[in-house]
């Protein structure tokens, strides 16, 4: 196993820890670095099975007529979804399971536990001076409560009915409606039965999973910090992610209560989302019910829109903390940093409503979503000035990961920017549910947050490992994924624009869809060329972890704690204690080294 | 320990690292123009693939020689239509299973006769077709395949527009079970049985004084439903498309129909017989496949005097006579679909202008008759209506008839088509108008039908007895 | 189970083997040639590390000009139907130039901060931060949000069916209105089924309760939205079933149906889509929320009849078509001069 090679071997004989075994030190691990690393390896797993089922939603969209039969060669379970005598087409069901679960994959099993999971875990007990968490064996137990999760959701492709495909938000009664015998089948949908309930438990255990970790890094970042580390003088990684675990606490249990009220609704026969009149499927139906549809979308998005920025505030802390280093400049305005991560959390607990401005909810209610929305632009245009301020004047190295975070800042200006849209409810009401909000996710969560991570990853990959990656694969990879990832998703802002659907299995079906075909398979081919560039982040991964250079403990010549510990750290981190004397951003100037670590003293 | 490495450590690529990721990166790339190609297919965006062909039917197939003893529990859950032929078993109806074709030891042979035969007569999705030269009789399939619209040119483009909108719920071959079937209730039509629900075909004879094998629909039937859906099922309205593809899809289904059908009965006849005979038969090799074949035929083709005419048929036949017996049958489906079409049911007149108020005798005829000859399925006009099996092995719930949801269309001639033919193929009686005036009798409860959903419309007496005393 | 697939004379189904994609179409050639630009920028980064700033301006080039000529070739917003798609497209050219400056400027600075000169000393100026600057780049944009926010209420307010000029919208109730024409649109898997009020005059007293409970003289139409130029619609939607989205692209409308709710929306027509030689433009129905399998299949047409006259003349058509006692196949049900073909053949 390539992943216990690269952990730490020598015992540093630290007071009051026992020898763990093989079991104890690398799998169920307390060791908070252990914990980040496995969250780190699941995360680039669950990323290519992700990515590869977001290739099958592209090849339908682009080729509506084509066959796939040649994957039921490989798998053949899959072969009812992809009948040969179909000519190896996949059914319209199939391909709503694919988009389904490409979209629960990616939120909750790669870029949540990628960020919070790997980063947090790894960093902020590093970063602020600590042995390890707050609580070691909650932690190991976050982790390994993700693993249910996937399994589950894997599971479900080959059950009765097939995987969820209800979409990611999994609006009753699509999702929820249920024959009035008791039965998991779903008249609905035959794929929102038993494949709906296995996906409620897999977001049921996400949520418990990502809860434990928010309550250790709230506990770990307010009691553990080292000696003159004040919140103040935090590097921007630990603040992102201390706001993201209180987002995480205060907002997850809306959505882990609406996915157990969803089950109760098809486990038990409640009928949280089922409206006083039943629904009628044909000759099925469903009963009478006394619930609400909206109330689901309202409990989903006051979790599902904080997501967003849980997905998006660690990318930024992180790409914070790698600017300045690769800059040699300090930070600007760190405060203003700080204020405006608070302000996007606390202003995104109330914009939810923009998600449902065409759903039946009150009109004046969405006119005072549409002000608060329109709000939460700031304090990101705020962010992206700063870093650009950052910038300006500076000695830029351009490494793998700074080429990554700069490409993150030049994305996020985009994905930023079209969100405004969707604050201007008129203009969203147009383009809600059509291809410019896959756009806007995609520049938000791919072409901001995945560069985030990679250039996170690159950063602290000698850190974690001991070496370094390949700097020209790794640039590279930025090159190809930066040009490939705007061939995919630029355009679809434009058949948004043009009013094309999402979630459409043929669009060519409609008129005023055909001129878009050729964009669409524009996209596919881009969207391969994008998939296969991946391969050459994870090639750099592998080959890096086994023949990477050595890494000193300080590579990058920054300041922040973790670079203070050798690289890979030993159990317990830091030999003494740090002391902090400063910020984290000192770079540059006329001292005697450009950079001053936060424990030296002046 | 603190360490503060005091010069810049930056990595930089070494040479050799460089030219390395310039051969990585080539070998990729070159790998993505060859894997891209394979992994794509390819862009014949309407084409069908030669190599795509009817699936042989393997469902059971429900011998209805003998009625259900009594009604189904429940609809069969989503996505298990199988459970409600277990009922029938259950209940003595004998369930065909072409699999146990096998267990004669000439069943291969003869399912092999039989697809060769459809092979070469109704072609594949890519080429359907109805009929080819050399088979015996040609020229009179030749002429009604003409006749009923279903030349290649058509039937290609029926079956590319199948593809696209048909396929997933009604199957490659028409079966009824494609993927999106499964949890759809009613289930999609299988048409290889050769059955129709709604239709506006008069009870008629062949010229040959024959009953037709099954009721026909008529082209304006398909085409109906095809334009307009079956509202309150799962059937969709394509009327958006255009006019010839509405035309093609119509004679693309008749095609998977009479494909359907001549396989249906081929191994209906087979398998019907008891395993005890089937073996007796083997004894004699010589006679083996004469039997067969007069079994299979006589049974589906009712001769008039069955031996003499057997006789006749097996002395002429060239070759097999399995093959020459199906063309038969070929040629003599297609005459009734064909006779179908000449023989629709002509309204009688409708005593009262239809732009006049309701008369409320008349309703209160219809509501006579309608208590007397259907509430005993359509229960509470329709609201306790009990389910009942139908002949695909299903289970169907007559209509609720206070909610003016009517699959069949909502035309007052539409409800007149199903009060004077019924729907055969789920057990729904013609109603008996004969006494009388049936004209009015008929049209009485058409009227009343069309008034029961509408609690205004009724007279406060009627009203008081269907919908209580409240006013909607 | 087929008998035995090996001794069957037909064969066995198969996925299909052909390959062409046609790499001379640009849509497929593109993407490679893109790959190829990264490819050299990444080569020539070796030598000249500033060529980074590169990649970053084509990509900025790129998205600019592609933008551009989407916007002037026809791959934008579709056709106006009313004033109101005005309006609406009025925000979003609005918002659309506000930010394409802010886009054009920062990639500007990122990339002149790729390209600038190192500072003297190789050391950069330890400058952490400026009130100023601060107070300058969050004002600006705060002052051009909070325009954009009170700018589009109006829009809004019309948008779900108040008068011109009001600034707040009302909740979901059906006034004494002025609607010319009474449809319930009922959205079920996968059609939508249209009810039109009685054509001969006689409103609906409660058109909420009419939307649940039908009428005898209503006529009854499958996917097809008609109206007259000038006319304002009052849209009932219902669904049976789940969660639709009725979506009218030209109308830049878009409202979901709730089950258990109906949902009263009304839509301005200010154009027909009836050429003058009588040929049709394609205006389509689609649905928009995810709602099972077929979603992609909802898929209806619009008509906007030049005057009322005209619409009166369909839907009496349709009326008497709907009461036929004669006629084997009604005229009303065939598909009109102009069908919308499928797909291109």
Redesign the interface.
Known sequence: MSQTQALPKTETGHVGHHQPGFVGRYIFSTDHKVIGIQYLFSAILFLLVGGGLALLVRLQVGYPDESIGILTRFIPGLAKHIPAEWGGRMSPEFYTMLFTMHATVMIFLVIIPWLTGAFGNFLIPLMIGAKDMAFPILNMLSYWFMWPAFGLLMASFFVDGGASGVGWTAYPTLSSADLADGSYASPAARHAGLGQTLWLLAIFFAGVSSMMGSVNYITTVLHLRAPGMSLLRMPLTVWSLFITAILQAVALPALTVAAIMQLSDKVFGTVFFLPPGGAQFGAWSTGAGGGQPLLWQHLFWFYSHPAVYIMLLPAMGMVSDILPVFARKPLFGYRPMVYSMSAIAGLGFIVWGHHMFQSGMDPRVGAAFMVATIMIALPSAVKTFNWLATLWGADIRFTASMLNAMGFVSMFVIGGLSGIFMAVAPVDVNVHDTYFIVAHIHYVLFLSTLFGLFAATQFWFPKMFGRCMSESLGKLHFALTFVLANCTFYPMHILGIGGHPRRYFDPTLYEYLQPFQPLNRFMTISAVLLGLAQLIFLGNFLFSLAFGKKASANPWDSNTLEWQAPSPPPHGNFETTPVVVRGPYEFGGDGPADHQPQTATA | ??????Q??????SPI??W???L??LT??T???L???????????????D??????R?NPLVNLDKAPASAPP??P???KPEVSLKWLEDQGVPILN??S??KAPW??EW??EV??F??SQFGTPAKPRVGTEGVDGFATIAKLSETLQLTPAVLERGSK?Y???C??CH???GEGA???S?????LPRDFRQGEFKFI?TAEHKLESGFQPLKARP?R?DI??TL???L????M??F?????E??EALASYTLHLSIRGEVEYWALFYALRQDPETLKAVEKDPAKESRNRAIRFLSGALEWEDPEADVEDFVSKAKGSLLPAGMAKLLDRILREYAAADKN?IL?MV?PYP?DQPTPAQSLANGLKIFQAQCVNCHAGYGRQSALRFDNWGGV??PANLTV?VYKGG????DL?YRIIRGIPPCGMPKANVQEGDPARQA?DLVRFL??L??P??LPSDIRQQIHGGAK? | MPLDPGNSPVPKATESAGFALDWSAPEHALPLIITGMAFVIWLCAFRFRKAWAAIVGINTAAVAAYTAWSARNGHWLPEKANDLAGEVDGLFNMVMVLITVFFILTQCVLIYAMLQKSPEGGRAKPVHGNHTLELVWTLIPGALLVYIAIAQLPTWAKMKGQNAGALLPSGYEVASDPADLLVTVTGKQWEWRMRYADPSGNKPEDPIQWASTPATADVHVVNELHAWKGAKVRLMLRTTDVIHSFFLPQFRFKQDMLPGKTIPALLHTDKTNINPDGTERSWEIACAELCGGNHYRMRGRVVIHPDRESFMTWLNERKSGQSARKEPLASADKPPANPMAGKQE
């Open positions: 320990m603190q360490q503060i490495p005091t810049p450590s930056t990595p930089r690529p690292g460089r390395l990721s310039v990585v990166a990729l790339w790998t993505a123009g894997v891209i190609p394979l992994a794509l297919p390819g862009c014949g965006v309407t084409e069908i693939p190599s795509v062909f009817y699936p042989l393997s429940a609809f859950p989503p996505g072409p699999d074709l096998e069943g291969t399912r092999e697809n060769t459809l092979l527009q593809r696209r909108l396929l997933h199957g490659l071959g494609g993927a999106t499964g949890w759809l209730n009613p506006s008529r304006e085409l109906r334009h307009l859906g509202e309150g099922t799962s969709p309205s009327g958006l498309l255009a006019r593809d509405v629709p309204p409708d239809s169907v719930r003016p909502r035309r007052p001639v007149y049209w069309m008034a959903p509408y205004d419309s909607q």
